[in-house]
């Protein structure tokens, strides 16, 4: 067992343990936050997992993730609009903690594969998990009216 | 020690799973699926199936929330419009 596998075992007990009890307990807007938070936290998971075990193929499985998770909590954000509207869920703190996670995964695994292709794949799903779980959250505490009544 | 991380995606499974059959509001078990299909794709990853844990992500994450909530909001929609003429 590497470091990496250890790292990522650590942050699926830890961030993806936690949500898992946030979303399996309390209320609704609570829930919320924690689906939005587990796509952040497992991303990072799967590129620490793809370079323990050496195969750099399994970054496919963090882009999928860092590009489906957001719009599924957008589909939660865009449907349960009127049950969040009184008391709109934004949990910022927890946020930049989860983008700090990505923050600090995605440039060791960088460093790791060394400057290639994969490397800019890898900074790609970096910006991709950040910025999609900044505008899922944004969307979550009601930062888009708009929306509400398409 | 190297299956740790298999110890814990197995934990991990067997909560959000217990979660989401415990939860009696669709509402929430369409958030608890949600998570339980991303965490069913990372022991797919751990055990060495990525292929499975590619097309779980896809269908997990995203489309079975959606077909719930959409169902959820349309029967809703219709218990609103029909409820006072009963």
Known sequence: ?150 | MADAVIVVALLLVAASATAAVAARDPVRQALVLSVLGVVLAILFTVLQAPDVALSQLAVGSALTPLLLLLAVHKVRRRGRREGPRR
């Open chain 1, 1 to 150: 067992m590497n470091g990496w596998i250890l790292a990522a075992a650590v942050i699926l007990a830890g961030g993806v343990g936690a949500t898992v009890w946030g979303v399996a307990t309390g209320p609704l807007r609570r829930r919320v936050v924690a689906q939005n938070l587990c796509t952040a936290f497992a991303c990072p998971a799967l590129l620490l997992l793809s370079q323990g075990y050496d195969r750099p193929s399994y970054v496919d499985l963090a882009l999928v993730l860092a590009l489906l998770g957001p719009v599924g909590t957008l589909v939660f954000a865009r449907l349960l609009a009127d049950e969040l509207a009184d008391d709109p869920p934004s949990a910022w703190g927890l946020t930049y903690a989860a983008a700090a996670v990505g923050a600090l995964v995605v440039p060791a695994v960088c460093v790791a594969a060394g400057p290639s292709r994969a490397m800019a794949k890898l900074l790609f799903v970096g910006v991709l998990l950040i910025g999609g779980n900044v505008v899922a959250s944004r969307a979550l505490s009601g930062g888009f009216p708009e929306a509400r009544h398409g």
